[in-house]
């Protein structure tokens, strides 16, 4: 049985019902026999659906037909189908044949058109779906499908995960009641360049389908942009924002509806970084001083990405020097004798130079805490910027060393 993540959360969350959209599972052997891995989401008529994906040059069948499906006629009703086990990518004509056969199914049970049907897979690249595996439990999932059933659909989709993931939200907008709802999966091959995995988020807000995507759109490079577990950015990432409309309220230009989505998505991207493969540090890093966003960005992300630095903070080494040897790889502008460092509170260096302050038994024992914080000031200017990562231990090599056996 696999060890779950020390980082994860007590429990799965109850995550209320949006009304609108319904939940099925089965176990259809998609790649190992008795496990549940197929996820069917039923959406109501007329609701938005917004999309974003992974700019993989090699994106898998499934991203590059939802890609194409995104702001179209939703007008009869819509579906999420999803499996685990193969991601159904660099499969060519076969994986594209896949795709169509398993939305013409899904429609034709659905009575909804092909055209409102999006999949999405993960699993080992490389091997054809078996699809018929899947579609042969359609009559399964359509005859199951529940409002209450977001937990086994979280639990369907997860391939190294140690937990599923899900968050939700509830919130008034002018005294009317909006709720906000979603999981997601993921835990390795998790890099910045959009969803980083797969998130599928549900609400009964009223917005249209360009609004919904720009601010799916903004809310992913604060959110899901910003955070790395190993530098891999996977064939088939997919985020999908379904809003049904049902409770009325339209959200459009609505403030707090933008920020309880922004909390609902970090939360869950959050948990991706926690369920790590092999992670037992959540990493918070901030960039200070840095002359322009772009600069900021490029040195968070080589601090979060830096094998050096991971496996450093996996030994509880508060070994300081790479984190300038990381800022220093970064290629962004940097001032060596105005750079500072930080260890959670503790100052550890500035002008160049550890700072007289600074203890190594202070450092060592905060590398101790489960959540740590990494700040760095580069002294050039007043652009900043955060990620989320984790450290990197031998879990990590033992669960991708045999990933495919």
């Given at each position: 049985?696999?060890?779950?993540?020390?980082?994860?959360?007590?429990?799965?969350?109850?995550?209320?019902?949006?009304?609108?959209?319904?939940?099925?599972?089965?176990?259809a052997g998609v790649k190992y026999p008795g496990r549940t891995d197929v996820m069917l989401a039923a959406i109501a008529p007329g609701a938005a659906i917004a999309g974003v994906f992974t700019r993989s040059a090699t994106r898998a069948a499934s991203v590059l037909d939802c890609q194409d499906k995104i702001g179209g006629d939703m007008s009869k009703g819509a579906a999420?189908?999803?499996?685990?086990?193969?991601?159904?990518?660099?499969?060519?004509?076969a994986g594209k044949a896949s795709v169509a056969r398993i939305c013409a199914s899904v429609a034709a049970r659905l009575n909804i058109p092909a055209e409102a049907v999006f999949t999405s897979s993960t699993g080992v690249i490389g091997e054809v779906l078996p699809d018929q595996r899947i579609t042969d439990c359609l009559d399964q999932l359509t005859a199951s499908l529940n409002p209450a059933a977001q937990e086994e659909a979280a639990r369907a989709i997860m391939t190294t995960d140690t937990f599923p993931k899900g968050a939700s939200k509830l919130l008034e907008i002018d005294g009317q009641p909006v709720t906000i709802s979603g999981f997601a999966k993921g835990s390795g091959m998790?890099?910045?360049?959009?969803?980083?995995?797969?998130?599928?988020?549900?609400?009964?807000?009223?917005?249209?389908?360009?609004?919904?995507?720009?601010?799916?759109?903004?809310?992913?490079?604060?959110?899901?942009?910003?955070?790395t577990v190993d530098s891999d950015t996977s064939t088939s990432d997919a985020l999908i924002c379904a809003a049904t409309g049902a409770s009325g309220v339209d959200v459009t230009d609505s403030r707090e509806f933008a920020e309880a989505l922004k909390e609902v998505m970090l939360d869950l991207a959050h948990q991706v970084v926690k369920d790590g493969e092999g992670a037992t540090k959540f990493v918070t890093v901030?960039?200070?001083?840095?002359?322009?966003?772009?600069?900021?960005?490029?040195?968070?992300?080589?601090?979060?990405?830096?094998?050096?630095?991971?496996?450093?903070?996996?030994?509880?080494?508060?070994?300081?020097?790479?984190?300038?040897?990381?800022?220093?790889?970064?290629g962004a502008e940097a001032d060596r004798d105005r750079l500072s460092i930080w260890f959670g509170p503790h100052l550890v260096a500035e002008n160049g130079w550890v700072a007289p302050s600074y203890t190594e038994e202070a450092g060592a024992s905060y590398m101790q805490q489960a959540e740590l914080i990494i700040r760095t000031d580069l002294g050039v200017g007043t652009a900043q910027t955060t990620v989320w990562t984790c450290d990197l231990t031998h879990g990590y090599i033992e669960i991708n060393a045999d990933y495919r056996s």
């Open positions: 049985m696999t060890q779950i993540s020390p980082l994860a959360p007590a429990n799965f969350p109850n995550l209320p019902a949006i009304d609108g959209v319904r939940f099925a599972t089965a176990a999420i189908l999803v499996n685990s086990g193969n991601a159904n990518a660099f499969t060519g004509a998790i890099a910045p360049d959009m969803a980083t995995m797969l998130v599928y988020i549900f609400t009964d807000a009223k917005i249209s389908q360009p609004d919904l995507q720009a601010l799916l759109g903004d809310l992913t490079d604060q959110t899901f942009n910003c955070i901030e960039v200070t001083g840095a002359k322009n966003d772009a600069d900021a960005r490029k040195v968070a992300i080589s601090i979060a990405n830096s094998p050096l630095v991971k496996t450093a903070i996996a030994g509880e080494d508060p070994n300081w020097g790479r984190i300038v040897m990381a800022v220093g790889k970064s």
